[in-house]
């Protein structure tokens, strides 16, 4: 069933918890994908976010590229949830930034570290399934992370996804 989140709801859950980092908010089982939550605010920043909500933040550390690189390369190809859940990365919106750049596919492009799922098989995998909201595909245990879809059906708006592979969204 789909998630509706207010920004009301949303502003109350975050004083709840306070400040917490990108991994965490993707990790908490009540609130939206940050990105959802960027959107409620409509802002491009989570510190954004926490200035509104009046809530203290000190900034994550900084990373290099070339740091960065040498992690990404000794890792491998990870989905954007095991760049969330790996202890010495930064989030994935950080590692694209960095490589001045809005795909991760670039950055794996960059450092000729192959992807290794195919249109095909996530296709498969999302017809058996299901509509699934952004979150959901992220927590899913079998699926590329949100992003990785969008990159693979190359869009940047998940309703093509549904539309190309026919997959009623408003059946819910």
């Not at 950055?107 to 699934?132: C, H, M, Q, T």
Request: glycine share 2%.
């Amino acid at each position: 069933m789909k998630q509706i989140y207010t920004k009301e709801w949303v502003s109350k859950t975050l004083k709840e918890t306070g400040h917490l980092p990108q991994r965490k908010i993707e990790q908490h089982p009540d609130l939206p994908s940050h990105s959802t939550i960027r959107r409620l605010f409509k802002t491009t920043s989570m510190a954004n976010v926490w200035k509104e909500l009046s809530i203290p933040f000190t900034p994550q550390p900084s990373y290099t590229k070339e740091e960065v690189s040498k992690a990404l390369k000794k890792t491998g190809y990870l989905t954007s949830r095991k760049i969330a859940q790996h202890p010495d990365l930064p989030s994935h919106s950080t590692i694209r930034r960095l490589f001045k750049t809005t795909s991760m596919a670039n950055v794996w492009n960059e450092l000729d570290i192959p992807v290794r799922y195919a249109k095909e098989e996530v296709s498969k995998a999302l017809k058996k399934i299901g509509w699934l909201s952004q979150k959901d595909i992220n927590q899913h245990s079998t699926l590329p992370s949100y992003v990785t879809v969008l990159n693979l059906f190359k869009t940047t708006k998940i309703n093509n996804v549904w539309k190309e592979l026919d997959i009623d969204i408003f059946g819910i």
